[in-house]
């Protein structure tokens, strides 16, 4: 825990890193958002390939630094794929990242995101809502779905999912959150224009896999939390007019950001340690 | 019929309704359209889901408020789900809406686009080939396709395809065209660059699907057809250089559209009554 | 061969010519790439479509011009669509273009590639890693795979591909080349910024297709890569903060593609000779 990232110079030496490195970023992802989150990993400086075929996920996470999936428009043969790429994830040592999609909105969602939890992912990255039914599903408790919760109200269930899971959590909205169960970490960023540009959130799933490639689970989810907050708040800036060109804008900020794009548009603190 | 918005106020007031109320729209549709119809969805005030498991559409139309079904990528298991949606949307009275994209293509598409459109679609949203295709083969009678048919052309089919089926016809092309059979609305708006950016009309679609949540079918496909005509010609206006920016200028427009816009970028008259 | 285009008049007439007969081209593709094949394909001039059911691939590539296919997201039945897609348009004599997309990344994507390979592709379009992958896979010998090797590396490798194929073979690089086997083309053109955005490789495949819709495959491969890489030059320029805008620029530069831009920003030579 004392090598969670406390200050933004730790988020831009993480940058710097993903980088150096150019980790090659393994996605079995929702159709809405593979391009918007092909297009924010090339920009960070990873590489990224979408593959979902069972036939080779378990040959692909292996010449991948690491694996992001997320269960938007999730499908039983996906759901398969998913599994798999994500067991041999483990058995190799790679991190990967688990986007609970609408865990809540139905049975199915629910269940498939909650079995998908309990195989040891480094990183569950979802939004107030969902971190708060995963976290009852997955038996962590929690105080049910609220579509409208704000992510501080989701504080102690991605706590306890944490603990469950063996995961980091991170929870993000207005203020969004990275938690190994101990130490909690508050990453200010972002804009509120985000949310109305489609799979924003699940680019940052990504984007968490990417550095999680070159760094441990909580101090990767808050750099990837710092970085593309900044990067966002960047973004948004250059959006008068409303979301239309957020997507282009973001990726052209991910692709420049720097410590001065991160010391003006994002703050990290420690929030608690346990 | 009379509850038919007959000008541009009944637009704006429907469009104040959306945006008051975000409908839930769950969308099964295409692979190409999915990304611009999500953003186009949030630009307006609606919030989008794209849910197509067969394990989970029934319970998410029934937490949703409208359903948009879409044909563009086809495949068996989905148009399972879209029969499985479809059918429980009628069932709860919810309205959905369907897009036949490329009925008269292959034999394969128009029989499932005919399939569905007898499944109680509370409005139909094509161009004017598909609609004069699907009127045929829903034995609603037509003169065959013809893909560089006008709107004006398939005036004739959109009606009989009403009465035949129960559902508004919209008809969309240089003036885009809605009716129950009975009384026929003109809308003026749009412009020529839209046919040069993919799934522009997927999106009017599912725009149109986020209209019928809160308007009847009639006064909600002109409500769409005014409100997406408005802000295609706006956004065009910011595209000298040719279609590229086109849906992100789209999204801005959606997102600003206010009765300025309406007034000089629209006009809704009722063509006949029958 | 003494019909390829050896200079940039012809990648002129080329475009001319595919800009008057619209052609309409069919793709089965990945899901990353879609929409911006279909934006490019509508910017450049042509018509396209993504129909990928088994129950319909063989109807729609009978009223298509071309088909382009694309590996990139495989799985067991779009790869059955593939193959019958791909002999029914020997079968018609329609032209068909491959992109072996990652070939040489797992066991399963360079069979599917070598197998698709042997299928008459007129065109096979990939970077240099996939053409020396796939050389060797199609058993035309090739010395392995190298994730960093420039297109002058795989020269060789596509010489040998499209004489075991009889394709025409274009590797894309800093240097783009086409070759049948015998003549070698090169093209300058592009911009290291290209790379950066998803897909763009995948959508000049399918702007491939469109023009072997209306030249023959040395004269397409060798035109759709100057008008591509002229589009992507001027496109770059316009994108001074990084590839968010990239795509949006690519479509209004083949929108706008004359013979001011490709001799600006494209030059074609006949390398050599066999």
Redesign the interface.
Known sequence: MTEAPIDIADAEAALAALRASRPLVHNIT???????A??AL??VGAS??????V??VE??IA?SSSLAINI??????WVDAMRLAAAKAVALGKPWVLDPV?CG?????TGVAADLARMKPAIIRGNASEIMSLAGAAGAGGKGVDSTASSDAAVDAAKALARATGAVVAVTGVTDYATDGGTLIAVEGGHELM?????LGCALTATTAAFAAVRPPLAAAAAALAVYGAAGAAAAARCP?????L??????????CDRAMLDRHAAIRVAAIA
Chains 1, 2, 3 share one sequence.
């Open positions: 929702n159709y809405v958002g593979m391009t918007i092909a297009n090339l920009a990224p390939a979408m593959v979902h075929a036939e080779e040959d692909f010449i938007g428009t999730l499908s039983p043969r609408g909105a139905t049975p199915y969602r949310p109305l540009s489609t799979a007019n409303g979301p239309g060109h997507p282009a804008e973001l990726c052209d900020a991910l692709y420049r």
